[in-house]
């Protein structure tokens, strides 16, 4: 009942992912969760290690999309200042948005990777796709009160997954 939550890795924050590690495991594109996963979720304005990390992709040909249950307003006030795709209104969990992304990039479902920092939404979005999946530590400690909710089941969730899996653990790099 638990594995639709389980991530494929856990890496404590986005920018830790490499291209060239990507690209060894065969990934073509990132789709990436926008509150608390890229950005602060109370902070629309990206930190320099997002703008090195987005540079660091764009020259290695690795597309980022942002695949979010916010509305189109609230995504285009982020990404166009970091000239980023994004799939508004995504239905997270469903899997939706998801396969929309990677089928308008031309990809197959192996070809992509979701990252996120919710297990409830993001990691079980991948997981009802068929995409593999990166868990990542929140930006900031703070969440919105419709996160706050996710939370409270997640850490259950978590504690059961990491009880059963005892393979999942926070690390610094794909492995």
Do not use: C
């Not at 006030?77 to 209104?89: A, Q, W, Y």
């Amino acid at each position: 009942m638990f594995l639709k939550y389980k991530p494929t890795w856990m890496v404590q924050a986005i920018y830790q992912l490499d291209p060239n590690q990507l690209k060894e495991k065969g990934i073509k594109a990132v789709l990436t969760d926008l509150d608390n996963t890229l950005i602060a979720w109370d902070n629309p304005d990206g930190t320099k290690e997002l703008y090195q990390w987005l540079e660091m992709m764009r020259k290695a040909k690795i597309p980022v999309v942002v695949i979010s249950n916010n509305s189109a307003e609230r995504i285009d006030r982020v990404i166009e200042e970091l000239s980023l795709d994004s799939i508004p209104r995504a239905l997270k969990p469903f899997s939706f948005g998801i396969k929309r992304a990677y089928k308008r990039l031309g990809l197959k479902k192996e070809e992509v990777v979701m990252v996120g920092d919710q297990l409830m939404t993001d990691i079980k979005a991948a997981n009802n796709a068929g995409v593999r999946s990166i868990l990542v530590s929140p930006v900031v400690e703070t969440d919105s009160w419709k996160t706050r909710i996710n939370r409270f089941f997640e850490r259950r969730v978590m504690n059961h997954l990491v009880k059963k899996n005892p393979d999942m653990k926070w690390q610094g790099e794909l492995k």
